[in-house]
T-cell receptor, first 110, second 114 residues
Framework: SQELEQSPQSLIVQEGKNLTINCTSS?????LYWYKQKYGEGLIFLMM?????EEKSHEKITAKLDEKKQQSSLHITASQPSHAGIYLC??????????FGAGTRLTVKP | GAVVSQHPSWVICKSGTSVKIECRSL??????MFWYRQFPKQSLMLMAT?????????EQGVEKDKFLINHASLTLSTLTVTSAHPEDSSFYIC??????????FGPGTRLTVL
């Protein structure tokens, strides 16, 4: 089965600082998704990447998928307290069943 | 985007009772629905995949007799936690998918078993 490793597990940054979260797969990724969540709440879809070398941005968040399609990064520029939460990367399995990495808990200090 | 609802949003029950959680796709028909469980400070773990009209496929380690899944229609899947115990307390999230398209997640159900 697809295994996704996320790093770091947790991250504390000062407001205004940039940060990067990584997601590495043991297999080629055919669909890589980034979600944001607060525990006890639903998932907020951020971005989906499918092509090697693809990069997408939304507001201050940029996600990239490497050429080999085994690693993705999520970069937040000038972080704000509203960015705090749990960031999850997910990937499609053979049966289109999405599986997730362990998550990265982001805290942004004002 | 499409909307997936879950009911109830939270439930408290006594140990030994059964609890049913509903997952509905409100404005689309979902060929496949998925059930996830999330413990505090952990990620979402896939429990089972259900296809309308057929038996659910359970992940390794998930007891199918304890977590009964019924996918009676293209818009409704139910998860019944039978004889619930405190260790079943968790956040349960469903998602729905139309063929190879985007997966839409429900808002989740928080289950507390006393």
């Amino acid at each position: 089965s697809q295994e996704l490793e996320q790093s770091p597990q947790s991250l504390i940054v000062q407001e205004g600082k940039n940060l990067t979260i990584n997601c590495t797969s043991s297999k080629t990724l055919y669909g890589l998704y980034w979600y944001k969540q607060k525990y006890g709440e639903g998932l907020i879809f951020l971005m989906m990447l499918q092509k090697g070398g693809e990069e997408k941005s939304h507001e201050k968040i940029t996600a990239k998928l490497d050429e080999k399609k085994q690693q993705s990064s999520l970069h937040i520029t000038a972080s704000q307290p509203s960015h705090a939460g749990i960031y999850l990367c997910g990937a499609d399995g053979l049966l289109n069943d999405m599986r997730f990495g362990a998550g990265t808990r982001l805290t942004v200090k004002p | 985007g499409a909307v997936v609802s879950q009911h109830p949003s939270w439930v408290i029950c006594k140990s030994g009772t059964s609890v049913k959680i509903e997952c509905r796709s409100l404005d689309f028909q979902a060929t496949t629905m998925f059930w996830y469980r999330q413990f505090p400070k952990q990620s979402l773990m896939l429990m089972a995949t259900s296809n309308e009209g057929s038996k659910a496929t359970y992940e390794q380690g998930v007891e199918k007799d304890k977590f009964l899944i019924n996918h009676a229609s293209l818009t409704l899947s139910t998860l019944t936690v039978t004889s619930a115990h405190p260790e079943d307390s968790s956040f349960y999230i469903c998602s729905a998918r139309v063929d190879l398209n985007e997966q839409f997640f429900g808002p989740g159900t928080r289950l507390t078993v006393l």
